[in-house]
T-cell receptor
Framework: TQLLEQSPQFLSIQEGENLTVYCNSSSVFSSLQWYRQEPGEGPVLLVTVVTGGEVKKLKRLTFQFGDARKDSSLHITAAQPGDTGLYLCAGVVAGSYQLTFGKGTKLSVIP | GAGVSQSPSNKVTEKGKDVELRCDPISGHTALYWYRQSLGQGLEFLIYFQGNSAPDKSGLPSDRFSAERTGGSVSTLTIQRTQQEDSAVYLC?????????????FGPGTRLLVL
């Protein structure tokens, strides 16, 4: 069983549309991170959230950590072709130091 | 500035052969991690080093996999008697301190294909 479930797995949208990616678990996380990975490269950290209910904004990207620290969402406003990539959520389970990744959401933004 | 580098970038090998994958972390980063990324499987944790010691080897899939780190810097992941299911991208990451507080910086990965 996957500790972190991401949905959707694949998303293809038109430029200018909004989208939300979800990351869910039954476990509590001390922190949760979102990464973006482009083909042939390693993941690059976008944001870390640590407090339940926390909302962080990075330009057109809005990240939210659930109140119970078991889930998170990434919302992109007015998607651009440059947003295309694999989005990964990853969390540190409370009490451990191991970073656990979801399977990722592959986003394609069509011009 | 120099990021995490990995070599080789691509490796094709025959089933049963041994392979060595190398990771050069960012200078001064004490923590180093190896992950495996298979198609449709996400990133799978393999091993974590703090300095030269590995407090967590729980992710290594079998005894064919081993890793070492020397001088608190370079790390080598060795896969003995490779199998076709070992084909994947092997990613290395480093952080200034442990995963609890430090951002992990990833290398570009080594793409391993076992024929």
């Amino acid at each position: 069983t996957q500790l972190l479930e991401q949905s959707p797995q694949f998303l293809s949208i038109q430029e200018g549309e909004n989208l939300t990616v979800y990351c869910n678990s039954s476990s509590v996380f001390s922190s949760l991170q979102w990464y973006r990975q482009e083909p042939g490269e390693g993941p690059v950290l976008l944001v870390t959230v640590v407090t339940g209910g926390e909302v962080k904004k990075l330009k057109r990207l809005t990240f939210q950590f659930g109140d119970a620290r078991k889930d998170s969402s990434l919302h992109i406003t007015a998607a651009q072709p440059g947003d295309t990539g694999l989005y990964l959520c990853a969390g540190v389970v409370a009490g451990s130091y191991q970073l656990t990744f979801g399977k990722g959401t592959k986003l394609s933004v069509i011009p | 500035g120099a990021g995490v580098s990995q070599s080789p970038s691509n490796k094709v090998t025959e089933k049963g052969k041994d392979v060595e994958l190398r990771c050069d972390p960012i200078s001064g980063h004490t923590a180093l991690y190896w992950y495996r990324q298979s198609l449709g499987q996400g990133l799978e944790f393999l091993i974590y080093f703090q300095g030269n010691s590995a407090p967590d080897k729980s992710g290594l899939p079998s005894d064919r996999f081993s890793a070492e780190r020397t001088g608190g810097s370079v790390s080598t992941l060795t896969i003995q008697r490779t199998q076709q299911e070992d084909s994947a991208v092997y990613l290395c990451a480093s952080s200034l301190v442990s995963a609890l507080v430090g951002t992990q910086y990833f290398g570009p990965g080594t793409r391993l294909l076992v024929l």
